[in-house]
């Protein structure tokens, strides 16, 4: 196991986060939720940047607090709002991670970051954001880290970038099969083809844990009017939503509901339908 | 930590030689066209240079950059010992810095200051940089952004009002005890001044690096 969060309380004036969470060994794991939900905070426990009121935390073993440098050479981190000094350069960095990693690999970091066209000789600060969420990316994947953990790292990345960026995981995946990633994001279509299973998290708490292959072929929004989900059969129904001509009803079995109701419309299901069926309609 | 003082040195060539240039430049203008003393000279080169250690810490804040720093192979110990490793090496080259230039305007200048005032006096600028960086780094690594700033000004207003009032409080201070504090500092003499201070530089730095390190223990990022 990568990550186990057990019971995560950490409670701020106006927000508790109460979450419980795994990365296994070898699997993209995806976090999704709007913003704020509190995904930023999972990580910022995780790495022990922050301290927690309950619950227990292990990293790759460790708890937080028991972090030292041997674990932290081993993950590469990408966070939302946070990356090297605007006054530095990438020449500058280099030495830096140098200096800090066994296991950098410079020519490697260097040809990536000719290959997304990031600038050696310009202060961070001048970089467009595109530029700096790409650095941030580079900078996790050039140390031959075991596990990754990034937070929002597509954020301000056009749809080309986004796309080469997600390759570059999926390159660092097929390196070394027991590698892991938790990736976190509200663009859900990068997850989706991506994550081997998904958390939505939802006001501090995750409400959904699933395999991504078992979201995309189980699970099916159904469109009701109210005569018809009056007599369904609400055992397989995660969450519903009024709409103007009924109700809209996520299921994890859609096939189930396919085949006993054949008049009434069952679509398949997305990540998109399932962050909102299971954030903004009425769990069962 | 060879990795931060690398980030620190590379933060210091991008940005504090620009300062450094300035300093020396200021500090030959008026070594030119006024008498200030070479002694001068050595305490202001010193102690800007030991305030900009403070200042890389402000490079670190800029853009949250503390959070993904303390993601890198550092621990948050590492963190403060290499910050008061980087600002006493720093002030050192400072130091070292002022004293040449010091040393040519003392010839120069022909004042005929004797060798031991010189040197005496430039260690006390030293002591007196270190005290400075003492009482900034804990006060940094407390506050960050807008708040450093106001606690930066909160501290630079008290140390001048030390530096001023106090020469203003002996006047109050009963005559006895003015006049025992004068007999104890002339038996020290010189030699006995300089280890004092020394003693108080060291305790300072000392008191101030464990303060910085429960600091930075109990910090949230």
Known sequence: MMLEINGLVKKYKDFTLNCSMKVERGCITGLVGENGAGKSTCFKAALG??????????????????????????????????????????????????????GFDRERFLSLCRRFSIPQDKYIKEFSTGMKAKLKVLVAVSHNADFLLLDEPTTGLDVTARESILDLFREYMEEDESRSILISSHISSDLEGLCDDIYIIHEGKIVLHEDMDNLLNEYGLIKADDGQYARLDKEHILSVRRTSFGCECLTDQKGYYRENYPDIVVENGSLDEAITMMTGGERL | ??????????????????????????????????DVSPSFVVTYITIFLSIFTATTISY????????????????????????????????????VIGIVIGTVMLITQKTGMPAAEWIISSLMSIFIADVFMSVIMPVRFKFDGEKARYANIIVMGVILAVAFGAPKLIDYIPEHITESAGEFFAALGDN?????????AAAALLISYICSRQIMAKKEF
């Open chain 1, 49 to 102: 940047l922050i301290s927690y009121n309950s619950g227990d935390i292990k990293l790759m073993g460790k708890s937080p607090s028991e972090l030292r440098e041997a674990e932290k050479e081993k993950i590469g981190v990408t966070l939302a709002e946070s990356g090297f000094s605007g006054y530095l350069k990438v020449k500058d960095i280099v030495p830096v991670m140098s200096a800090m990693y066994s």
């Open chain 2, 1 to 34: 930590m060879k990795g931060l003082l690398i980030k620190d040195l590379r933060l210091m060539r991008n940005q504090g030689a620009v300062l450094l240039g300035l300093l020396v430049i200021v500090a030959i203008f008026m070594g030119l066209v006024s």
């Open chain 2, 60 to 95: 670190d804040e800029y853009d949250n950059c503390y959070l993904f720093l303390m993601t890198l192979p550092v621990t948050r110990k590492k963190y403060v010992n290499e910050k008061y490793i980087f600002g006493i090496l720093s002030t050192l080259a400072a130091w």
């Open chain 2, 192 to 200: 006995g001044i300089v280890a004092l201070s020394a003693v108080i």
